[in-house]
């Protein structure tokens, strides 16, 4: 079976664009969740969301946005990207939001210049 | 505010002795833990968890030992393989409210050597 698949694998931008990253989870998990992996540090979570519902949001600005499709896959979007966003972004799934453990795609690097 | 602490950045052991990776929190909330590894270039793979109900959880070579008291958690990996090389990050959650977030160490890079 598949894992979590992110795509792209690597994205490069400029301060003050937007971008938009893509997560499928898991044939029939319904919760995917969202973290920001800079580097030296452990990944911050973002958000999570469950049947199309927000549950959780990190501390992270209203820059950052996302959403979840009827097919359980899900978009994060950054807008007016700064230097700091730069960072690997991984996209978790599981069965239900309280559900664990998170199974972990193997990411989008982000780099701004 | 750092909840989960893992305060040694790197740890160096010989094949087939023993790996002791720690961890400590301090968010007396905190119910529910587990350990990841990760390859570069690869995400987050979950390797063993523990409940706060258990002080202990063995898989194979992973033993995961859990001090609540102390709010300390330990990864023992017996024997160490040299493909064990990878940063391990500690994580706990909070279970029941609206949502499961996982919150993150910083991470130990291990290496296994020959």
């Known amino acids: 079976d598949a894992g979590v698949t992110q795509s792209p694998t690597h994205l490069i931008k400029t301060r003050g664009q937007q971008v938009t990253l893509r997560c499928s989870p898991i044939?029939?998990?319904?919760?995917v969740s969202w973290y920001q992996q800079v580097l030296g540090q452990g990944p911050q979570f973002i958000f999570q969301y469950y049947e199309k519902e927000e549950r959780g949001r990190g501390n992270f600005p209203d820059r950052f946005s996302a959403r979840q499709f009827p097919n359980y896959s899900s978009e994060l979007n950054v807008n007016a990207l700064l230097l700091g966003d730069s960072a690997l972004y991984l996209c978790?799934?599981?069965?239900?939001?309280?559900?664990?453990?998170?199974?972990f795609g193997d990411g989008t690097r982000l780099s701004i210049l | 505010d750092q909840q989960v602490k893992q305060n040694s950045p790197s740890l160096s052991v010989q094949e087939g002795r023993i790996s002791i990776l720690n961890c400590d929190y301090t968010?007396?909330?905190?119910?529910?833990f587990l350990w990841y590894k990760k390859y570069p270039a690869e995400g987050p793979t979950f390797l063993i968890s523990i409940s706060s109900i258990k002080d202990k959880n063995e898989d194979g070579r992973f033993t995961v030992f859990l001090n609540k008291s102390a709010k300390h958690l330990s990864l023992h990996i017996v024997p160490s393989q040299p493909g064990d090389s990878a940063v391990y990050f500690c994580a706990a959650s909070v279970r029941g409210g609206s949502n499961y977030k996982l919150t993150f160490g910083k991470g130990t890079l291990l290496t296994v050597n020959p």
């Open positions: 044939s029939g998990h319904k919760s």
């Open positions: 968010n007396s909330m905190f119910d529910y």
């Open positions: 978790a799934s599981s069965l239900f939001y309280s559900n664990q453990p998170q199974h």
